[in-house]
């Protein structure tokens, strides 16, 4: 069990890389783009489908680890309630469980939504790249982050020890 969340700690660094790579060309591409536009008056035309390509890869390729981790926002209104019945570890499994389990309607839709742009032939407008690609993305990440979730939720009812951050 530990060496697989071993693997499973190590594996989880590859989403973080993609994430920062796409930051990083992000950001230079901006750079150049005010810069060209600025100086030459001359921007990178496909600087707004770049944008756009290189957020969902940055927002969903990290997503998993976000929602994991706790690192999404949350709202703490019952946490009182639930602490003092010392349903802490219940309320967090089944929070896990529901939401990994609603991810699923979201990955069929875009699913959908990307065959059907495949099919069509969408590309963007100036660099021609397939539409398709982007939704295939976004899709298989979020089913990555449904089953990432159940599988927490899980560990929560039947292994919390191994959610502790000194189990390493």
């Known amino acids: 069990m530990t060496s697989l969340i071993h693997l499973v700690r190590r594996v989880s660094i590859l989403p973080v890389v993609v994430a ?21 008056n001359s921007p990178i035309e496909a600087a707004t489908e770049l944008t756009r390509i290189l957020m ?19 709202v703490d209104l019952t946490d009182g309630i639930f602490h003092r019945l010392r349903l802490n570890r219940l309320r967090d499994a089944v929070i896990y469980l529901v939401s990994g389990a609603m991810l699923f309607w979201p990955v069929q839709q875009v699913w959908v939504l990307s065959e059907r742009s495949r099919e069509y032939g969408d590309v963007t407008e100036y660099l021609a790249i397939p539409t398709y690609y982007v939704g295939w993305f976004i899709a298989i990440s979020v089913a990555i982050t449904a089953v990432a979730m159940i599988i927490t939720g899980l560990l929560h009812l039947f292994a919390p020890h191994a959610l502790s951050e000194h189990a390493k």
Do not use: E, Y
């Open 20 to 40: 920062c790579i796409a930051l990083f060309i992000l950001m230079v591409m901006t750079f150049c783009d005010v810069i060209l536009r600025s100086v030459f």
């Open 56 to 74: 969902a890869i940055l927002v969903f390729s990290v997503l998993p680890i976000i929602s994991v981790t706790d690192g999404q926002i949350a």
